[in-house]
């Protein structure tokens, strides 16, 4: 079965004015559609690989055949990071974590403060194209990655918990080269409760 664009679960400006209505409807409808369009064609004459998900994919990459594997880590990273990406914001999101997750950051990071400012510079100097990561590794702990492009936490055997898509896609029209000021703003639409459960099925 083919991997299929997830929809959008709020409208196109549901996260203004920090994520402007054209962004969200370009990053989704172009970018996003286009990662899941490639990584069905990588995949159309493997009809043994068609029945995976998209994490059994990104998790066993070294095993996938090397005609695919740098397709499915682009398209498909792009596929699931997206994914993520859309249900961890939400309208209305922003302030802060509760339960284990909350717990859980203070005790890693010291701080929610300080896991916010650790998170905003990794995002602010991934160089070029990539991605911020909250992840929880083998041992269920908590700990923050960068990495380039769509190369997915999965495949560095970390399971994603909160990403940052910080592309250019993802804020030039209405940021333009300000990455920071996009960062800033973004904590104001993560839909904590989203990430929680993300965080307790992780662990
Ligand atoms: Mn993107």
Redo the contacts with the bound molecule.
């Keep these: 079965m083919a991997h299929e664009l997830p929809a959008l679960p709020y409208a196109f400006n549901a996260l203004e004015p920090h994520i402007d209505a054209k962004t969200m409807e370009i990053?989704h409808g172009k970018?996003?559609a286009t990662y899941v369009a490639k990584l069905n064609e990588a995949l159309i004459s493997h009809a043994n690989l068609q029945s995976k998900t998209i994490e059994d994919l990104l998790s066993d990459l070294a095993t996938l055949p090397d005609s695919i594997r740098t397709a499915v880590n682009n398209h498909g990273g792009?596929h699931l990071?997206?994914s993520i990406?859309w249900k961890t914001m939400a309208p209305g999101g922003g302030g802060t974590p509760a339960g284990g997750l909350a717990d859980a950051i203070k005790s890693t990071f010291g701080s929610f403060e300080e896991f916010k400012t650790k998170f905003s510079t990794a995002a602010a100097n991934r160089f070029g194209s990539g991605w911020a990561w909250l992840c929880v590794d083998k041992s269920k702990k908590l700990l923050l990655r960068d990495f380039p492009n769509q190369d997915s936490p999965l495949t560095a055997e970390l399971k994603p918990v909160l990403g940052l898509?910080v592309?250019e896609?993802?804020y030039y029209l209405k940021y333009q080269n300000r990455r920071p000021d996009y960062i800033a703003a973004w904590w104001n639409v993560v839909n904590w409760k989203e990430v929680a459960d993300r965080f307790a099925k992780a662990t």
């Design positions: 990053h970018h996003h792009g990071n997206h990406f898509d592309w896609h993802a």
